[in-house]
């Protein structure tokens, strides 16, 4: 329990790359963009990948009417994501801490991982929702109103995942160094869920209906 | 703990590989590539592997080439007035090409030379001359304009410039016709032994390239015709090569050809400068220009300088010796060890070398041959240390290879030869088309040259590309330098007349090249740095517009209030921070060319209305899709009128 235990204090400690490091990163590259424009977005806002790639972006969107990108003080969800992030933080800590001194079982390990995957939804639906309206929601004084073959209104909202061909450009969206610390920090914590069943030991027979094979290397 | 510890160092490892994987494997040359349209071809997409600048001569500029495709990439606007960007016809820069003779906006740009530092190329700064009206220009090699010119006091025909010494200590300017120092009103044929000719180390500062003429030497009053500096074990002096020594004033192309010898002028800067730090030398009355171009206030101002220091060479002992040369001697190269200086003889077939060892020994051993006008003549035979002969006719200039090769230009047989620098045997010779004046290598005048490829720029053009009439540009012929023959792989027109050029490898400029000006470090006195700045301001007949460009708008695009005799100034500051994305600015009737304005910069037009009407302006660069709608109008009412200053965008 004590490997499991420690693996569950270290899992939550990778999501700390996600202040440092951007969650997601969209590319858009054109003919006339040889060197990509890019955002990466971060928990607390979004940055360009090249320092001027905001400015350009919101230069050219301004052609189909797009509303300028969202500075941290537009969008709630900048300054909520921080605390929500450490907050899970501290919690996943405290659980490995209580499993390692033995106040807690290894089933508070999947526990932290189910809350943690249903806030992950959550946010992917809100970030997803609003590049629906950002992709959609467009200024209807736009210099170029562009529309689909079957003459619906053109959307401009980026893939959440994977490629998409949008007028000239190319658009790339993937997660990125913060979403990838994330996503092993989780991992983690279900590893430490296994590695804690697995060492897990019935204080009265009763408990158990089959004889469970343990490891002993680890006391 | 042990299979924990495994899993973490997978998990971390996985991490960097993740955020390593961006770096893009270089591309590797074809093992085999033989033939000349091989060795020349840049496919669509791939960039070369120099650059080379050449000078512009007649045109005043200085052209951007690489290699090995022989391609154009930019010409620079130096000495001439380029109505392509504005320069010289817009406000911040008119000031650039202010002199003591006032504007001259144009001039004969000669011989680039990039600035060195332990004598190889360091790609912080071109430096180059104007001929006609003597100035030296000091180019930034990041952002590819000119940033200063200083004009040249008591000299005339700015020929033997712009070279620098091995860590840019001085840029040099020699003059090449010799002149009444001061100038004076006297008779023409009084010129022997009153006329002077002064040779003139311009400092430059380390951090920013700032030029300051330090001191002029008045020397005979011979023409010095090109010079170089002493690299390694000779650096410290300088070398001149000079013509007629014979002190002709007319008819020179007889007269100055009698001497059997002229000499080259070994100068040790070194003491005359320790000399002129001693307060040696003499402060003379002057007047010439000194014009800086603010890359943050992206305006140029002009100030005029009203003192030299000249020194009298004879005050300073074994500062100055004279070295006999054969034949009016034009180029004066030196090789990259510092050890030779090659003197070409233009009237002769043979070059002479001569051994900066035995020149020291000689004037150690005081070999000398008589003197003139006090400096001392060294026994030619003291200080040869070949003769190279080459079958050739009219040998002019020299370029080595860093493998102990030399390649000499010969103007008459019109040709390239190459020799070994020690034996002075002749290894190979390529004919040129025709009559070749200045050849480069990458670096070929440092301490590192980059032997790959010469570049031969000739005179004379005649049937070499399809005809344009009487008139046609010079063109130039590239030969691969790499093997013991050299091998013509390509041949191309260039702009104007080059004469030197400078080459250096692609990459020590490439990742200093600026992509754009940043507005928040603008500080231009007319900026428009938002949107919300821009306005319409008049002061008496000024008017001052403070417009402001995005794609696809000026700001504001209606104006009126303007009135038929004003002066109205057209402050226009790019808002762009995107690379390559300029607007330009032109007014119907305009008796100046547009402006061409780079993202983050702010550039002025000067309009000076004379008709009644609504007048249109319009973007000249095609910055966007919506490019033919950057446009606007400006009502000019008579000048008796009273209508008020008013402006807008969007109403």
New interface residues.
């Given amino acids: 329990m004590k490997k499991a235990s420690i693996l569950m204090i270290i899992g939550p400690l990778f999501l700390l790359g996600l202040y440092v490091f951007p969650l997601w990163n969209i590319m858009l590259g054109a003919p006339q963009y040889p060197e990509p424009l890019g955002m990466n977005i971060f928990i607390d806002g979004i940055k360009g990948v090249s320092e001027f790639d905001i400015q350009n972006i919101d230069g050219l969107n301004h052609y189909i009417g797009m509303r300028t990108l969202p500075k941290p003080e537009d969008m709630w969800e900048f300054s909520t994501f921080p605390t929500i992030i450490g907050g899970m933080i501290a919690l996943g800590v405290l659980i490995g801490l209580l499993g390692y001194f033995k106040v807690f079982n290894y089933k508070w390990f999947i526990g932290w991982f189910i809350l943690m995957s249903i806030l992950g939804v959550l946010g992917m639906y809100d970030f997803n929702a609003w590049m629906v309206d950002y992709g959609t929601n467009l200024d209807p004084n736009a210099i170029m109103k562009l529309t689909n073959p079957d003459g619906t209104p053109m959307s401009y909202k980026p893939p959440l995942l994977g490629h998409t061909k949008m007028l000239n450009f190319d658009v790339t969206s993937l997660p990125s160094t913060g979403a990838w610390m994330m996503f092993t920090g989780m991992l983690l914590t279900v590893v430490a869920f296994f590695v804690g069943k697995k060492a897990w030991q019935p204080k009265s027979n009763t408990f158990s209906t089959k004889p469970i094979k343990v490891k002993a290397n680890d006391k | 703990?042990k299979?924990?510890s495994y899993?973490?160092c997978m998990?971390f490892g996985?991490?960097i590989t993740?955020?390593s994987c961006n770096n893009q494997s270089q591309k590797s040359n074809g093992a085999l590539a033989s033939s000349a349209a091989e060795k020349v071809y840049v496919a669509p997409g791939e960039q070369d592997d120099y650059y080379a600048f050449l000078s512009g001569g007649y045109s005043g500029n200085l052209t951007v080439y690489g290699l090995p495709s022989g391609r154009m990439f930019k010409e620079i606007p130096v000495f001439s007035q380029f109505p392509t960007s504005g320069y010289g016809y817009s406000e911040e820069t008119k000031p650039m090409l202010n002199t003591s003779f006032g504007f001259v906006p144009w001039d004969d740009l000669h011989h680039p030379d990039i600035s060195q530092t332990n004598g190889e190329l360091d790609g912080r700064w071109i430096f180059v001359n104007g001929n006609n009206t003597p100035r030296i220009a000091r180019v930034s090699l990041s952002t590819f304009e000119t940033e200063e010119i200083i004009e040249v006091p008591n000299s005339a025909g700015n020929h033997s410039s712009s070279f620098i010494t091995e860590n840019t200590e001085y840029v040099v300017a020699g003059t090449r016709f010799s002149v009444p120092v001061p100038q004076r009103d006297m008779s023409i044929n009084e010129y022997k032994g009153n006329f002077k000719g002064a040779l003139s180390f311009i400092s430059v500062a380390p951090d920013t390239g700032r030029m300051n003429l330090e001191f002029q030497i008045l020397m005979p009053g011979f023409n010095y015709d090109l010079s170089h500096p002493g690299r390694g074990k000779s650096h410290g002096w300088f070398f001149f090569s000079t013509y007629n020594t014979e002190e002709a004033n007319s008819l020179l192309e007889v007269m100055a050809s009698q001497n059997d010898k002229d000499f080259i002028a070994a100068v040790n800067w070194q003491k005359i400068e320790e000399y002129v730090k001693n307060g040696g030398g003499t402060k003379m009355p002057a007047n010439y220009a000194h014009n800086v171009y603010d890359e943050h206030t992206h305006t140029g101002t002009s100030t005029m300088i009203k003192e030299v220091v000249t020194v009298d060479p004879t005050n300073v002992p074994g500062a100055l010796y004279f070295l006999p040369t054969p034949k009016s001697p034009h180029g004066c190269d030196v090789d990259p060890t510092g050890s030779y200086i090659i003197g070409s003889g233009k009237l002769s077939a043979d070059i002479t070398v001569h051994s900066f060892d035995k020149m020291i020994a000689a004037i150690e051993g005081e070999k000398f041959d008589g003197e003139a006008y006090g400096i001392p003549i060294l026994k030619f035979e003291e200080v040869l240390a070949g003769t190279v002969k080459s079958g050739g006719l009219g040998p002019l200039h020299t370029e080595f290879d860093g493998k102990g090769n030399a390649y000499t230009t010969f103007f008459i047989s019109s040709e390239v030869v190459k020799w070994q620098v020690g034996s002075w045997e002749v290894v190979d010779r390529k004919p040129t088309y025709y009559s070749v004046g200045h050849l480069m290598i990458p670096g070929g005048n440092s301490r590192k040259p980059f032997g790959k490829y010469v570049v031969a720029m000739n005179k004379i053009t005649k049937d070499r590309y399809l005809p344009t009439g009487p008139e046609m540009e010079h063109s130039a012929q590239i030969y691969d330098i790499s093997g013991e023959k050299m091998e013509l792989i390509y041949d191309f027109p260039t702009h104007g007349e080059p004469h030197y050029a400078a080459g250096c490898p692609a990459d020590l400029l490439t990742a200093n090249s600026k992509k754009?000006y940043r507005l928040d470090e603008n500080k231009h006195e007319y900026a428009t740095l938002t949107a919300d700045d821009a306005r319409v301001e008049r002061k008496g007949n000024e008017v001052h517009i403070y417009m402001s460009t995005?794609?696809s708008h000026f700001t504001p695009d209606n104006i009126e209030g303007i009135k038929v005799g004003d002066k109205v100034y057209f402050h226009i500051t790019n808002h762009?921070?995107?690379?390559d994305v300029p607007h330009g600015f032109s007014m119907i009737g305009q008796g100046t060319s547009e402006i061409l304005v780079m993202p983050g910069q702010t550039k002025t037009s000067l309009w000076e209305p004379k008709k009644v009407g609504v007048w249109p302006f319009y973007c000249t660069d095609f910055c966007s899709?919506?490019h033919q709608e950057m446009q606007g109008y400006v009502r000019v009412s008579p000048a008796n009128s009273n209508i008020d200053i008013s402006y807008s965008l969007g109403e």
């Fill in positions: 703990m299979n924990l899993l973490i998990l996985l991490g993740l955020s754009i995005i794609r762009e921070q995107d690379f899709a919506l």
